[in-house]
Structures are given as structure tokens and as C-alpha cells.
């Protein structure tokens, strides 16, 4: 806490700063907000007197190369602000926006090397855990497809590559692999169930790599992470307002957007249920954030990107199932976890999740058929 509030003070001209806290249930980075009195807020109509804004120190076991991040975020949130100053949406919507330090530096590194930055606090919003019920999924799709169209007109060659092989399944199957030969897990029914899943799967990892291999699906800015609690939602209304946790912004295919954004939208226990086998994928949730994903970047998905479509919704939370499942075998490297079984908990709910998907397949084609009916009269 001590280097959060040394870190504080270098985002902050004039005032003091009142109060650091932990915030947040992020699993990477190390994120608090920050109450500031007696200067004037940095947001352009803040109220004056006191502020609050939020610091992360960033994982650089995750992002070797923060500074990455930090081009990307501002070039993504100066996009976003001027296509939303010519086209209007007459609702809220803001991305945070970076904040600098006193020597004008969009990040601060301390004498323990941590790479600290600052972001505008989106007020008057909050983030949920779990998806609520089906007027939550559709605005957490609405946001996202917002920020696919607003970002589809962004050359994919001014944004940097934050984190290379990100949503490269066959890439996290050969990390398994490597964990696997390892020595520094245990057998357990559980890891034994866990285990035959993926093999079972092998399969499935290439499919949307293979289609942009050969040229059927093409690369666009994606979010990368667009999980229910990345978007923030209006108090009163309920209303989606701000999408945060850009650090994953880069080329990719909105595939692996929708893929995730379902998993977490659709799966009203949520990631981190205990009891796993009650998990399910939930078809009505499924439809409202798809028809709310749809009614904006509708327009910017071609025929081919919709055939690949129930493919990605079955393969994102089997790739992350996948992912929990190594960072386990390895001993919890890479997800910040509260007890040493966290991972394969957390595993075994995207199996699970992954089962009711290929359970309802023909019920989960039908709804994109319908909603693709739809888009198109
Ligand atoms: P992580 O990458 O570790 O998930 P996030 O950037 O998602 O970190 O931040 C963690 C949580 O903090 C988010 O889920 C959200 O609830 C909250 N948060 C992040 N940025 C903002 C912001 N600019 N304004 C308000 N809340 C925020
Ligand atoms: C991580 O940072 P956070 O908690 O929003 C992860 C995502 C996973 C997610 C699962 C950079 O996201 O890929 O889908 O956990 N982010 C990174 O909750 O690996
Ligand atoms: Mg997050």
C-alpha cells in the first residue's frame, strides 16, 4: 500500500491525496481507486473539490512490455472520442481515459521497478461479477459490438501487439503439453477428468485458426478480454456506459470477443462457482447479448465471420478452460488465485460450460440463424 500511495502522488499536480484502496476482482493487475481533495479534477466537467481516479500496477509477468499497452490505449480512446463527436450515439458511452503524470508521462516506474498508470474513474457506473438477467447480457453485448464498430475503421497496423499469441489456441495446447511433462502436479480425480476433456478436444483447437490462415476470417482491433465485469453500467438504468480493462486491445478476430464475451455472459453462476457441475450456458442469455451485440456491429460481420461463429462461442471457454487447467499444472503462475486449487476449480466450470454449450448446439445455431434473419431484413 505504501508503494500505491508513493505511486499516487505522481498523478497528481496540486490537492492531496485522502484515501488508496484495493479495488476491483481483477486476476492480473493490482488495481485501486484513488480519492484526491483540493485540486481540480482532471475530467472535464468533475466536480470540483474532490476526485477519484484509478491506479494499476501493472503485471509485467503478463505484459513484458507495458508501454505497449499504454500506445494503445491512447490511440483507441482518441478513436472512439472523435468518431463518437461526429456520429452522436445520444446515449453514454466513454472509455477510460489515460492520465499523465506531473513530467507529463503516461506511466510511472518506481525504484522497485513496478510500472504503475493512471485512468480516468468512470462515476456514476458500477460492474457486476455475475449476469443478471437477460436486459444485463444485452447491454454487455450492445457495448461490445459498439466498440467493434466504432474501432472497425482503425488500421490494425497502428496497433501494437500487447500480447503476443493471445487467443492462439494450438499455441496454449502446446503450454499444456509443456506442463504436462512437467513435475509439479499431482494426480487427482479431478485433474483425471480434466485431462481426458482435452484430449477429447484436440480437434476443436485449430478451427479459428485455420480459418484465418486461409484467409476466411480477417483480423480487426478486438478488446480481448470483454468479460461481464469489464463493462460498466449505469446505476439507475442499467444501461452499459464505459467498457474498461483495454490492455488486451490488438489485432485479432472479433471471434474470439464474441467467444468470450458469451462465456461469461451466458454463464450465470459464473467462473468462479464452487460447485462446477451445476454450471450451464444459459440459450435466452445467450440471444439477448448476441441481439444486443448485433444491433451494432451487425452490419460490419460478413457472411463468413457468421459461420464461424457457434465454433467460437464451443472454443473460447474450452481455451480458457485450458489455460486455468496449465496455469494449475505450473503451479498458478499467470491468474492471480486464493487458494492453491483456484485453477482447476476454475477450470473444471469452463469444461462444464463447454459441455452445456456442445449439449445445445443445434438450439444455439438456431439463435444465431434467427438473429442473422433478422440483421439482414
Ligand atoms: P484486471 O486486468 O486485473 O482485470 P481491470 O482493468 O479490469 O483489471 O480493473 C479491475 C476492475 O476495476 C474492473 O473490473 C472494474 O470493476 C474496475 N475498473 C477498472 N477501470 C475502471 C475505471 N476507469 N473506472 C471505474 N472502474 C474501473
Ligand atoms: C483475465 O484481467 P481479467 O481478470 O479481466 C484474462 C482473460 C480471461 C479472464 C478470465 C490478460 O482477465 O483472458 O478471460 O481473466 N486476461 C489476460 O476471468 O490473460
Ligand atoms: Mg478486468
Request: net charge neutral.
Amino acid at each position: 500500500m505504501k508503494q500505491a500511495l508513493a505511486a499516487a502522488q505522481q498523478f497528481i499536480c496540486h490537492g492531496q491525496v485522502r484515501d488508496v484502496r484495493e479495488y476491483g476482482r481483477g486476476r492480473i493487475h493490482d488495481t485501486f481507486v484513488v480519492t484526491v481533495s483540493g485540486g481540480p479534477s482532471p475530467q472535464p466537467a468533475g466536480p470540483p473539490g474532490r476526485y477519484r481516479f484509478i491506479l494499476q500496477r501493472l503485471n509485467r509477468r503478463v505484459f513484458p512490455r507495458p508501454e505497449l499497452i499504454m500506445g494503445n490505449l491512447r490511440l483507441v480512446t482518441e478513436h472512439v472520442r472523435q468518431r463518437l463527436q461526429r456520429e452522436p450515439l445520444g446515449r453514454r458511452f466513454e472509455l477510460p481515459r489515460v492520465l499523465l503524470t506531473r513530467e507529463g508521462r503516461d506511466h510511472f516506474l518506481d525504484p522497485q521497478g513496478s510500472f504503475w498508470r493512471a485512468l480516468s474513474f468512470i462515476e456514476g457506473a458500477h460492474s457486476l461479477e455475475l449476469v443478471r438477467d437477460a436486459g444485463h447480457a444485452r447491454e454487455v453485448g450492445w457495448a461490445l459490438g459498439l466498440f467493434h464498430r466504432l474501432l472497425s475503421d482503425l488500421p490494425i497496423h497502428l496497433l501494437a501487439d500487447t500480447l503476443p499469441g493471445f487467443h492462439i489456441t494450438p499455441r496454449y495446447l502446446k503450454q499444456y503439453e509443456a506442463a504436462l511433462a512437467g513435475d509439479g502436479w499431482r494426480e487427482s480425480p479431478e485433474v483425471a477428468f480434466c485431462m481426458r476433456f482435452v484430449e477429447e478436444r484436440r480437434g476443436l483447437v485449430h478451427v479459428l485458426e485455420e480459418a484465418k490462415a486461409r484467409g476466411r476470417l480477417a483480423l480487426r482491433p478486438i478488446h480481448g478480454d470483454p468479460k461481464v465485469n469489464n463493462v460498466l453500467l449505469d446505476v439507475p438504468t442499467g444501461q452499459a456506459v464505459a467498457l474498461v480493462d483495454l490492455d488486451t486491445v490488438k489485432p485479432g478476430l472479433v471471434h474470439y470477443d464474441i467467444g468470450d464475451c458469451l462465456r461469461s455472459g451466458a454463464n450465470p453462476l459464473g467462473e468462479d462457482m464452487e460447485n462446477w457441475e451445476e454450471v450451464r450456458f444459459d440459450p435466452h442469455l445467450a440471444r439477448a447479448l448476441l441481439a444486443g451485440y448485433l444491433s451494432q456491429a451487425g452490419d460490419i460481420l460478413t457472411d463468413l465471420d457468421y459461420v464461424y461463429l457457434y465454433d467460437a462461442i464451443q472454443l473460447i471457454p474450452f481455451e480458457l478452460g485450458l489455460r486455468y487447467f496449465t496455469d494449475y499444472l505450473q503451479g498458478n503462475v499467470y491468474f492471480k488465485v486464493a487458494h492453491p486449487e483456484h485453477n482447476l476449480q476454475r477450470a473444471l466450470v469452463q469444461f462444464r460450460l463447454t459441455q452445456s454449450i456442445e449439449a445445445q448446439a443445434e438450439t444455439i445455431r438456431q439463435i444465431i440463424r434467427d438473429l442473422r434473419g433478422r440483421a439482414r431484413t
